[in-house]
């Protein structure tokens, strides 16, 4: 699969005034063109950093970042990014159409903008929704205001970040599956932050767990699930429920423990690999054990 964003030997160490901050350690890993990766850390690990630094917003300290094989210097003409607040990422003063189209209000005509935009809504489902404001919508049609204005944009890269956090669990589920509907229909190559374990599992194609500050690659999970998902059944299968458990104890993984990033390929391997480690931490605490009497 060709590489459409690269992230090589990725460092940032942030200087304040109350000394230097290492935020992002040695960050090495790629996203194929039409994959979606979904990314997952602790708080505070860095996972800002690592965006505001493939957005071109602040220069890393060390390595480096290609959009299809461009090195990123500046802010990418070929990105979008969907935020988390959608209620300030929108302007209230514009139509919903005219939100959408604004991001191309230099690259296109007025009819192809247009043309562009209504395409956008009709992907997300808000195709009559076109003359009202913002303000008129739901949380979550908001929020698709938002990932029309991106998608209309046809952007190398669509980054989420954290893009379903402000909305109620229903729609977050709505949403989640619009999102695999684009990406399936579009080949739109998407990197997600959420801080939600089953949502990674369930958008991604792979999961990429993050180490607590300064952010490292613990593991690069490969998601073996069918390509069209479903809320109750996918999420209820054993596949799902034995790579969310990996994904929640590689979370709890202590940094020091970090070392080459693990490609897990499957469900039976992940399987192995927590058995064997719990057969060592077994034979430790019984060995520990019988050194005490
Ligand atoms: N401009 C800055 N100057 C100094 N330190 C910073 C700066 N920005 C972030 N940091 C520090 O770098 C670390 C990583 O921050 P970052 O915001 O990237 O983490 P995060 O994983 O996005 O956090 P959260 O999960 O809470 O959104 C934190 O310890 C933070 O305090």
């Known amino acids: 699969m060709t590489a459409m964003l690269e992230v090589a030997g990725l460092g940032h160490t942030y200087q304040a005034k109350d000394g230097a901050h290492r935020a992002i350690d040695g960050l090495t890993f790629t996203v194929g063109a039409g994959e979606l990766v979904c990314v997952v850390g602790p708080s505070g690990c860095g996972k800002s950093t ?3 630094t493939i957005c071109g917003l602040i220069k890393p300290t060390e390595g480096g970042i290609s959009l299809h094989g461009n090195e990123v210097h500046g802010v990418p003409d070929d990105l979008a990014v969907v935020f988390q607040d959608y209620s300030r990422s929108l302007f209230p003063w514009l139509t919903v159409q005219r939100n959408v189209e604004f991001p191309l209000r230099r690259s296109l005509g007025r009819s192809a903008r247009r043309a562009r935009a209504a395409e956008a809504l009709a992907l997300v489902g808000l195709d009559k929704a076109g003359g009202k404001h913002p303000w008129q919508l739901s949380g979550g049609m908001q929020q698709r205001v938002a990932i029309a204005r991106a998608l209309a944009y046809r952007p190398a890269l669509l980054i989420m970040d954290e893009p379903f956090a402000s909305v109620d ?9 619009l999102l695999l509907k684009v ?5 739109t190559t998407v990197l997600v932050v959420t ?5 990674s599992v369930y958008l991604g194609d792979r999961v990429l767990v993050l180490s607590s500050s300064p952010a490292a690659v613990v593991a690069d999970l490969r998601v073996d699930l069918p390509v069209h998902r479903n809320q109750i059944t996918t999420r209820e299968s054993d596949a799902f429920v034995a790579l969310r458990g990996e994904v929640a104890r590689l979370l709890h993984v202590d940094r020091t423990a970090v070392g080459t990033p693990r490609k897990v390929d499957n469900e039976a391997a992940v399987a192995a690999k927590w058995a064997e480690a719990e057969r060592a931490a077994l034979l430790e605490a019984q060995a520990q054990e019988r050194a005490t009497n």
């Open 50 to 52: 690592l965006l505001r």
């Open 169 to 177: 669990a229903q729609t977050r589920f709505e949403l989640e599956d």
């Open 183 to 187: 990406k399936r229909e579009n080949n």
């Open 195 to 199: 801080h939600d374990i089953d949502e």
